[in-house]
Structures are given as C-alpha cells and as structure tokens.
C-alpha cells in the first residue's frame, strides 16, 4: 500500500526557517517524481515544487523561487522542503505527493499545517 | 505560464441529478488534464488522468472528456459522497468547484 506520511509544520514567525519531510514507503520512491502541493486556509490548491527521480531537475512555483529548496534521499524513502523566509501568505497545509503519470498526482499525504505569524 | 478557469465556481445540486464542470486552458494542453475531488479536512483524491481515463477504484458515474482547451468532468447520478471540492489541474491548479446539496 502507498503510503505517503508528512511531518514537520508547526507555527513560525515571519521570516523564519522550517524543513518539511515526507516519508514514502509501499512503492520504489526513486522510481517516481515527487511534488510539494500546498492549500492556505479556505483556498485552492496550489503546486509549489516538483523533483525528478534522482533529484537531478527541480521546478518550483514563481512565489517561492529561491526561498524554498525541495530535495530527496532516495537510500531513506523521503522527500523535503527547506522553507526559508516565509511569509504569512505561506500559511497552507502541506501535502507530499506522488507524480505518477506523466504530471497527475496519484497518491498524496495527509499533510501537514504550516502558519506563519507573530 | 498556463491558466486554468474552472466554471463554475459553487454549484448547488441534488442527489440524483447530472452535473457538469468545465475546465478552459489559457492554451492548447493536449488531454494533459486531471481531475481531483476533495472533501473537507481530507488531502485530494484523483479522479481522472488524461483527460478521459478514469482512476483505479473511482465510480464509473464520473467521466471526463475533452482536448486542447476545453475540458468537462461531467458526474451522472450525483450521489451523497459526491458533494465535495473539484480540481483540474495541469501541472498547476483551477481554482475549484464546491458542489453543494441543494
């Protein structure tokens, strides 16, 4: 079974740092692209960033280009993103998601709360 | 960058009835088009790929069609379990359709 578990939000000032992780098990992860999707509170979705197989090609979203930083360990199953001067309009929930199909996501994590306050 | 304008935004049905939501692209896209349901406090849950081909496990009363710019996800008997949060995406995301109980 495809299971996709993310960790690390919390609350954190404008400004500040928080690293995300997604543990993926139930499938060969360095088979698969993988992508950070986010959802502020009421909104839509919106893909923040997507890393090749071998993590050798990264895209992200204009809002975070150069504050975020996706990246993977393949030897550990797990996917991240290092957030960097965040914003208070960062304030999502964080989902970890598979892209298995040319550019669908076909299983997601539960995510995982990110705010961004003083 | 592509665009996507989902229409219409809230849609207020019955159990039982047949519904349709349209998904425009700022550009031709091919059937490089997806469609996610979402229900309250739950992550997205994919319902079509391709335009057209229906997900693993995903009721055969949803369907999808079109190509290049113009895309339906059309549901034939709207059920209890349907009212929920629709998507399309191509790489990015419209901006939804909240389906509601009338």
Redesign the interface.
Known sequence: EVQLVESGGGLVQPGGSLRLSCAASGFTFSNYWMSW?RQAPGK????VANIKEDGSEKYY?DSVKGRFTISRDNAKNSLYVQMNSLRAEDTAVY?CARVG??????Y????TPVTVSS | DIQLTQSPSFLSASVGDRVTITCRASQGISSYLAWYQQKPGKAPKLLIYAASTLQSDVPSRFSGSGSGTEFTLTISSLQPEDFAAYYCQHLGFGQGTKLEIK
């Open positions: 999707v839509g979705l919106e893909w979203v989902y199909l040319t550019i669908y996501f076909d997601w994590g539960q995510g």
